[in-house]
C-alpha cells in the first residue's frame, strides 16, 4: 500500500517536472477587448442573463481570472457596424452582434442569424451543434481572419407593430415600416416602405408618423422602447425571425494564442449563455405579453393566411436568387434546408403533437 502511494507520488512529481512548461503557458493572462453591436446598457444584449457581460463574466470566473475581458458597448470604442472588421484587423480581439448585420460581406451570413420561414430555437440549435451549421459558419468568416460562435438566442421574435389593421396583401402597400435586412427586401416585393432605423429611433419615429409599423424584438424589449403606446395591433410569431440568434467573433490569430482550456472555457460559457437567454425572453416575454393584452389594450393576432403565404413566395425568389448568385451561400443554404426538412418532418410528430394537442387535453 505505502509502496504503491509512494510510486504515485513519484509519478505524480514527474509528470509536474515534465509539465512546468505547459503550466506556465498556462497561467499567462490574456487582456482582451470586446466590442458590441448594442448600447452599453441594452437589455438581453449586453446587460443580465446571458448577455455579453454576462458571458464575460462567465469567462472570468472559469478561466480564475487568466482571460479577462473589457466591454464596450455600441460607440463607446467604435461605432456598432465596425466590429466585424475592427476583429477582423485585430483591433479588438472580440465583438458582439448578430450575423445577419454582415450580409454585405457574405450573403450565407443572413443563415446563422435567422432566415424568413427559417428553423426555431431547437431546430437551430440542432443545425448547428450537430448538423454541420458551426463548421459551415467558421468556413464562411475563415477568410475575414474570424473565428464565429453563437452566444445567444431571443427565441421567436414577433411579426411587429402596426397602426391600422392588416386584412390583406394590399394593406402593405405604401405602409412606411422599420424592418431591417432580408425581411426588409421581402416586404419592399409586397409594397411596403421598409426603412432601417436604429432601436432607440423607432419610438419617435412611430410616434410622429414618420413611419406606421415596426419590427423590434418581442413583447419585453418591445415594451419596453413603448411601442404598445403608439401602435394598437400586434402581429404575433415572427415569419421572419422565428428564432435570432447572437454571434461573439474572435480574432482568428488572437484565437489561436489562446490555450486549449481557454478556448474550451469560452466556447463552453458561449452555449451556456445561448441557452440562459433565450430562457430569459421566454420568461419575460411570456409575463410582458400577458401585460400587453390584459393591461395595455393590445390586440394581439397571427398574420392572415394569405399574406403569410404572400411573404413566403417572396421570401423563397429573393433565397433562390441569393443562392445562383453565390456558391458559399448555395453551400450553407443547401445544408440548412436539408436539415430543416428533417427537422420539421420529425416536429410534426414531436413538438407539433405537444402544441396542438397534449397540452391542451
Ligand atoms: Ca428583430
Known amino acids: 500500500m505505502r509502496r504503491r502511494e509512494f510510486a504515485k507520488f513519484a509519478?505524480?512529481?514527474?509528470?509536474g517536472a515534465v509539465a512546468a512548461p505547459a503550466v506556465a503557458r498556462a497561467q499567462t493572462t490574456f487582456n482582451w477587448k470586446m466590442t458590441s453591436f448594442y448600447g452599453p446598457n441594452a437589455a438581453f444584449y449586453s446587460t443580465g442573463p446571458g448577455s455579453a457581460k454576462d458571458l464575460i463574466s462567465?469567462?472570468?470566473a472559469m478561466s480564475n481570472g487568466r482571460l479577462k475581458i473589457q466591454f464596450y458597448g455600441a460607440g463607446e470604442l467604435i461605432p456598432a457596424a465596425e466590429g466585424f472588421d475592427a476583429v477582423s484587423s485585430g483591433t479588438v480581439?472580440?465583438?458582439?452582434?448578430?450575423?445577419?448585420?454582415?450580409?454585405?460581406?457574405?450573403?450565407a451570413a443572413q443563415y446563422f442569424t435567422a432566415v424568413p420561414f427559417g428553423l426555431n430555437f431547437q431546430g437551430f440549435n440542432g443545425w448547428y451543434y450537430d448538423g454541420g451549421g458551426a463548421q459551415l459558419w467558421r468556413e464562411v468568416y475563415d477568410r475575414f481572419n474570424l473565428v464565429p460562435i453563437l452566444c445567444g438566442?431571443?427565441?421567436?421574435?414577433?411579426?411587429?407593430?402596426?397602426?391600422?389593421?392588416?386584412?390583406?396583401v394590399d394593406d402593405f402597400k405604401g405602409v412606411k415600416m422599420r424592418i431591417p435586412g432580408l425581411a426588409g427586401r421581402v416586404y419592399r416585393e409586397l409594397g411596403v416602405d421598409a426603412r432601417l432605423i436604429?432601436?432607440?429611433?423607432?419610438?419617435?419615429?412611430?410616434?410622429?408618423?414618420?413611419?406606421?409599423a415596426a419590427e423590434f424584438v418581442g413583447p419585453f424589449l418591445d415594451r419596453q422602447l413603448g411601442l404598445h403606446k403608439v401602435a394598437k395591433y400586434y402581429y404575433t410569431t415572427g415569419w421572419h425571425e422565428m428564432a435570432t440568434a447572437s454571434e461573439l467573433i474572435v480574432n482568428k490569430a488572437a484565437w489561436n494564442k489562446l490555450p486549449n482550456d481557454l478556448k474550451a472555457i469560452v466556447e463552453n460559457a458561449c452555449a451556456a449563455?445561448?441557452?440562459?437567454?433565450?430562457?430569459?425572453?421566454?420568461?419575460n416575454n411570456a409575463e410582458a405579453m400577458e401585460d400587453l393584452v390584459k393591461n395595455q389594450g393590445i390586440i394581439a393576432q397571427p398574420l392572415p393566411d394569405d399574406v403569410v403565404k404572400a411573404l413566403r413566395v417572396a421570401t423563397d425568389r429573393i433565397l433562390a436568387e441569393a443562392v445562383a448568385k453565390d456558391p458559399v451561400t448555395k453551400k450553407v443554404h443547401t445544408s440548412y434546408m436539408a436539415y430543416k426538412a428533417k427537422y420539421d418532418a420529425w416536429a410534426d410528430l414531436s413538438e407539433a403533437?405537444?402544441?396542438?394537442?397534449?397540452?391542451?387535453?
Open 93 to 107: 480581439e472580440m465583438n458582439y452582434a448578430n450575423s445577419y448585420f454582415w450580409t454585405g460581406k457574405s450573403f
Open 11 to 15: 509519478a505524480v512529481g514527474a509528470i
Open 273 to 283: 449563455c445561448n441557452v440562459i437567454s433565450e430562457a430569459w425572453c421566454q420568461k
Open 353 to 361: 403533437v405537444y402544441h396542438n394537442k397534449i397540452r391542451r387535453a
Open 58 to 60: 462567465r469567462i472570468e
Open 153 to 168: 438566442n431571443t427565441g421567436v421574435q414577433m411579426t411587429g407593430w402596426f397602426r391600422k389593421e392588416i386584412k390583406t
Open 198 to 212: 436604429a432601436p432607440g429611433e423607432i419610438f419617435p419615429n412611430l410616434e410622429r408618423g414618420v413611419i406606421d
